[in-house]
């Protein structure tokens, strides 16, 4: 049985999202003032999440970095400005990979596909992040299996995950989808609980958009605007209430080497 994209969770509403932050100053602005910087978000990811993460891994100019569901490719080009690492994305998203390849005149290291259509070298990466793209895994223990066979010795696997949006919360960590799927693979993992910073986040995040309103309806983004407001609706209760429905965790595993 052939699956058509348009099948695809959320596709036809990234081509839209892709196509608008391609082009809206309106939307980089908020980016900045929400996120601290530009990387086109649509989740739960900003500067602060993402520089903690790249103090958790020591990465130079001779490190392979790959971003599965990298978007338009500006997480990646930050990790470059960072470290000087080689930069490796995919998407399933035409309207994303075309503005990566674009902007970054590059076409061989940035995929059009999706997650268990992908393929890299078995040892290649030095560090593979995924920040809010493990639920499009049509089968996550088999994707798990995949991304750690991508990994170097001692390459690091870091992943942010979220419950209470698409995946349904669970007791904690270990409970997770996510942490199944390493376990029944037999990889051992550690966790940061970054549910308050999310939480906070959030909050933050919904100030800024309702500032830009009258910014947002003056560009013709109206909708964008409904949209964004409405993904902050989960924390106008207390940090109490919210963490009871949502969590976020960071993972990370590390390929450990192989002894003979």
Known sequence: MITLKEDLLFYNAYQMFY???DHSKVFSDYCKRAFGEDFSQDGFSDL???NMIL?????DDRANVLDIGCGNGKMLEYIHSKTGARIYGFDYSENAIDSARRRMGDK???KLATIGEAEYEDSKFNLITSMDTMYFAPDMT?????VYRWLKPDGSFICGYQEG????????YDTTELAKALRENGIKYTVVDYTKETYDMLRHKREVIKS???DFVKAGLAKWYRVIKGQTDSATVSYNRYKKKNARYIYKV???LIKI
């Open 19 to 21: 196509k608008m932050a």
């Open 48 to 50: 602060g999440q993402l």
């Open 55 to 59: 103090s958790m891994v020591d990465i």
């Open 108 to 110: 061989e290291n940035f």
């Open 142 to 146: 088999a994707f798990v299996s995949q």
């Open 165 to 172: 949006d698409i995946m349904k919360k669970t007791k904690d």
């Open 212 to 214: 830009m309103k009258e």
């Open 254 to 256: 590390i390929k450990k």
